[in-house]
């Protein structure tokens, strides 16, 4: 876009008469040309871009969830602890997992020795010193919650990001929310026993951390929770789950024998 400097033409025709005695004689004096000024070309107009809206922690949250879930399989490094009445069980676990839909086979180790606990389309097993046990009853073990790591997460509330945090050499961003409470109960790795002295949901509590590296998906995932018992002791229980492999399936292996034994539990 061209803008027009104004400028001024003097060019015109000047007549001069010349009278002579004797004689008639006419001149025309030469028009002066005056040079138009130079021709400038006005700067273009600046468009600003459009700028987009900050993503909300809320919204990195729920994305981190989502973009974790949909990579399905992960090797996880877990630890649960639950303290009842001062009564504290520590199991850790490790394994694969399929989020999508609940699968994986983990290896446990708590103060008792060492289990193993498969779960796949054809069933629910757990290896006990040598043996297969074909577990039936929903519920029955405590450390099943690990085989669904992002349970209430994308039910999150009161997202805060806290900033940058290094997870095993990974440079990572750290939110904190609120869960439902609610869950507490049923996701933290409480025994059936554990759960018979709880006093219900008020004043229970369920805190939430993940970490997200630099491709928006979860490496770690703690949770906290509290509330208190029929005789108003404290309860509290700790869940914690390191994410590695994401998408890299592995196969489950499933013992033939194993739904031939019922488990004593």
């Given at each position: ?10 060019a ?72 009842v ?49 074909s ?10 919650v ?9 039910e999150?509330t009161n ?26 109960i ?78 004593p539990?």
């Open positions: 876009m061209q803008r027009l400097l104004a400028y001024t033409a003097s015109g025709l000047v007549a001069t008469a010349m009278l002579a005695t004797g004689c008639s004689t006419s001149a025309t004096s030469e028009p002066t040309a005056t040079p138009s000024p130079a021709l400038t070309e006005a700067p273009s107009p600046t468009i600003d871009e459009p700028t987009q809206s900050p993503t909300s922690p809320r919204e990195t949250w729920l994305t981190a969830v989502l973009d974790t879930e949909q990579a399905d399989a992960a090797t996880m490094d877990i630890q649960l602890i639950t303290n009445e001062g009564f504290e069980r520590i199991t850790a676990g490790e394994g694969y997992v399929e989020m999508l839909q609940g699968y994986g086979d983990i290896a446990w180790t708590d103060d008792l020795g060492a289990t193993r606990e498969v779960l796949t389309a054809n069933g629910h097993f757990l290896e006990l010193d040598g043996t297969w046990f577990i039936e009853r929903e519920g029955a073990l405590p450390t099943t690990a085989f669904d790591p992002l349970t209430g997460l994308a999150a997202v805060v990001e806290i900033g940058t945090e290094d997870v095993g050499g990974l440079t990572t961003t750290r939110l904190d929310a609120d869960l439902d409470a609610r869950i507490g049923s996701s933290m790795g409480f025994s059936e026993e554990e759960r018979t002295v709880f006093a219900g949901d008020t004043g229970a509590s369920l805190i939430a951390t993940i970490w997200i590296d630099d491709t928006g998906r979860i490496v770690r995932v703690l949770r906290e929770y509290s509330t208190s018992s029929l005789d108003g002791d404290p309860i509290r229980a700790t869940s914690l789950f390191l994410v590695n492999n994401l998408g890299e399936y592995q196969p489950i292996d499933v013992p033939e024998t194993a739904d031939a034994i019922p488990a539990v």
